[in-house]
């Protein structure tokens, strides 16, 4: 029995941040969760936590950013146990906004056919019998 199994979960109400972070796997371990908290890379409704004690409830929106992606995440429940990925995804709403399209690149030079590569030895002395370089 690990030291996470000495409290009961919450059902419903308010749980701490690193934890909940950790259940909804937006962090690797518990540990992890709480240095987001501490570096401040996490908001619970827009405002700037500094503690890993921090509560969350039901509604709250809790933003992370994380290797730098930043996740909008609506809490509906309060975490159980650190589950499969299927489970993770129940206690929250993801409101992350879709990355923005990207640009296409532009292809500056002369364009050659897919696959065409060097001509051969052989095809570049035809080519050069063909423009009289004998």
């Not at 009961?8 to 908290?37: C, E, F, H």
């Not at 296409?104 to 002395?125: C, F, L």
């Amino acid at each position: 029995m690990s030291d996470h199994d000495d409290e009961k979960p919450a059902t419903s109400g308010a749980q701490r941040i690193d934890k909940w972070l950790w259940y909804a796997r937006a962090a690797k371990s518990r540990s992890l969760a709480a240095r987001l908290v501490v570096d401040g890379s996490v908001r619970v409704n827009r405002e700037k936590i500094r503690k890993a004690s921090e509560t969350v409830k039901p509604g709250d929106v809790v933003t992370v950013t994380v290797q730098h992606h930043v996740r909008v995440l609506e809490v509906k429940l309060p975490g159980a146990r650190r589950g499969p990925a299927t489970e993770a995804a129940t206690l929250y709403k993801d409101l992350t906004p879709p990355p923005p399209p990207k640009e296409e690149k532009v292809i500056s030079g002369p364009v050659r056919d897919q696959g065409a590569g060097r001509p051969t030895k052989r095809e570049r002395r035809l080519i050069d019998r063909l423009r009289d370089r004998d």
